[in-house]
Every structure is written in C-alpha cells, then in structure tokens.
C-alpha cells in the first residue's frame, strides 16, 4: 500500500506545470465519469444513477452552465470468482460565454475490478465518447457594426466575419486506473453501514487520441491530454461518525486545478429501507499562481436518494465582477442494492 500512496505522490511531480479547461465540478467526488472512468462499478451497491448541476457567475452579465448526467451497473458475476465487470453511460453539456460555447458529448465506459486481498481491489477502466462543439454570434458586436452617424451600434449591418462552421464533432478515448482499499473479509448480506472505512487512489487519463477541437479542421487545436490523480478517503469514527477527505489535481497542457475537501457525516439511523445521514464539508480550489474559491457543502441522504449542495465563494481578482458570487452546485445520486446470495458477488460491500 505504501508503494502505490509513493507512485501516485510521484504522479503529482512528474506532470508538467499546468491549468484545468475540461468539464469540472467542485463535487468532483460525485461526478466518477469525469474524474475516472475506473470509477465505473465501484460503490456501494448495484446500480448508481448520479446527475450533477452547476451554474457559475450568476452575478457577471454571461453565465456559465454545465450538467453531467450518467449511471454504471455491475454485471452480473460470470468470469471468475476474483472480479466483477461494470458497465456506465454519462451525458455532459457546457455552455459558457456570449458566444454560447458549448460542448456535448455522450460517453460509454467499461471496467474490470479484481481483489488482489482480502482489502485490496484493483480497477482497470475504458472510456470511449463522441462529442459535439458549437457556438452562436447572435449577441456578438463586431467593429463593423460602429455606426459614426449614431456613434453607436448598428445591427443592420454584417459582422464582417465569414465562418466556414459553428459546430465540430469528434470521437475521445479515456482510460484509467483505480485501488480500492476496503476490508472485505466478512461481506455483509445485507448493507447494514457497519464497514465505512476505505480509500481510494487512482487517476484518470482523458483524450488520449488528442481530438481536433477546431471548427475549420485544421488541426490547430488539439485537446491536451488531462490528468486526473486523486485519493478519496472515508474513516468510520465510530458506529454514527465518519470523517472524510477527497484530493484531486487536475492537469492539462497548460492548464492546471487543485481541489481539495475535508469533511464529516452524521449517521441518524443505519436500518437498512430507512438509513439516514447528514454530512458537511467545505473545499479549496486553487493552483500553484492563486486561490480561486473555498465551497461548503451539505450533504443529505434518505435510504437510497442522496442529494448535496454546494456554493463556491470567489476568492480570485475576479471576485470585483463575481461580488464573490461564484454560484451553486447541485448532485443527487440514486444507488439500488440488492441482498446477494450469488456468492457474495463483491455487494453490496464495494
């Protein structure tokens, strides 16, 4: 276990200097799609359905959007009696700017999880996507539009500019790599929330292919490669407290995001058909230049629904526009376990 906290210490020091430009969360721990695709399959249940909602710069006269919707599903065991498949879909839109900058794009992914021990798991996921890139010039100006008789705008007149497209589309291939350390020497039956503890490290590496993001194709514009490293950490306290913390370094060509967030959950009833929690915490986003935004959350689960809301307070220059009005985030996850008899079949435990 040291040897893997050593190599994923070591990630963080190898990648170039850099500054994020992908889809982001501040919840980046309920958004798996996005931080790994080795993530698929890997939770507390059999099926998991998690969307995800944020709107940024709400004060600033253009806003920014995103939205992330997917679900994963373990497969049923059928290979071997020391892993289990998954399968997930997910759905991502942007929009940002005047200019309505949007990106699009609908991924598959797939991964195996083998136990190595009794409280170690290795995940080895594939992620394979085609997106669409676009965006519209109804509310641009263009110096052409000056009028000297008015000194004002005239829309009558063209934009002067001549686009050969307003829309790209291209195929992106992800893959990563995932350890799960969780006891899983007596698995329950039946998810009673009496084993809490776990960790998770891994990273994620997204647009392998490099795709062309450039409406004329030309290929002047690669996407870079991201990397996503991270740790998400869960200790059980005692029977009703859990304390937790979540790390992820976001890296791409010259673009670069650290988040990190710590908090603590609140188990009000463990009985199976009517668990109940409530979790708070609060995170840092920021990179090597400067602090961009802290964002408390609270979290809240009834039985199989959990919902969390977060807001992000502008630390950065740009909080004279933002009034520190950095904007609302919003997860509900929705996770269906089943008692397992097939031989335990690696649930509802991981």
């Known amino acids: 276990m040291k040897r893997i906290l050593y190599l994923w210490l070591l990630a963080f020091w190898v ?6 430009q992908d889809i982001h969360f501040s919840q980046f721990a309920y958004s798996p799609s996005n931080l ?20 940024q710069w709400k004060a600033v006269p253009v806003d920014y959007l995103t939205f992330s919707a997917g679900g994963d599903i373990k497969i049923p065991k059928r290979y071997g009696k020391n ?3 998954a399968a997930g879909m997910a ?3 942007d929009q940002a700017g005047l200019a309505r900058l949007n990106l699009a794009n609908l991924n598959l992914s797939g991964s195996y999880t083998h136990q190595l021990t009794n409280w170690a798991f290795i995940t080895a996921g594939a992620q394979a996507g085609f997106s669409r890139r676009g965006f519209k010039i109804d509310d ?3 110096d052409v539009q000056y009028d000297p008789a008015t000194s004002g705008l005239n829309p009558d007149k063209g934009s002067g500019e001549i686009f050969e497209s307003f829309s790209n589309h291209f195929a992106d291939l992800s893959a990563g790599v995932n350890f799960r350390f969780q006891d899983y ?4 039956i039946v998810n009673d929330l009496s084993k809490r503890s776990y960790l998770d490290v891994g990273i994620g590496l997204f647009h392998l292919n490099r795709p062309d993001q450039s409406f004329n194709n030309t290929g002047e514009a690669k996407l870079f490669i991201r990397y996503s490293p991270y740790l998400l950490a869960n200790k059980q306290v005692n029977e009703l407290v859990d304390v937790f913390g979540q790390l992820n370094f976001q890296f791409q060509g010259p673009y670069e995001e650290w988040l990190a967030a710590l908090g603590g959950r609140v188990y009000i009833d463990r009985t199976p058909g009517n668990q109940k929690s409530v979790a708070l915490s609060c995170g840092y986003r920021f990179n090597q230049d400067f602090g961009d935004a802290v964002f408390p959350t609270v979290e809240v689960q009834v039985d199989r629904i959990y919902g969390s809301f977060s807001y992000d307070i502008n630390l950065s220059d740009f909080k ?14 929705y996770i269906i376990s089943r008692v397992c008899f097939d031989n335990k079949y690696f649930c509802p435990l991981l």
């Not at 990648?15 to 994020?20: F, I, N, S, T, W």
């Not at 399959?41 to 359905?49: A, D, I, K, S």
């Not at 020497?185 to 329950?188: K, L, Q, T, Y």
């Open 36 to 55: 790994n695709p080795a993530l698929t399959g890997v939770f507390r249940g059999n099926t998991r359905l998690v969307a995800n909602l944020r709107n």
């Open 15 to 20: 990648v170039p200097e850099l500054r994020a």
């Open 83 to 85: 892993g289990f498949f």
């Open 185 to 188: 020497s007596n698995c329950e």
């Open 140 to 142: 641009l100006t263009f």
């Open 91 to 93: 759905f991502n839109y």
């Open 320 to 333: 004279v526009a933002t009034l520190r009005r950095g904007g609302p985030e919003f997860t509900i996850r």
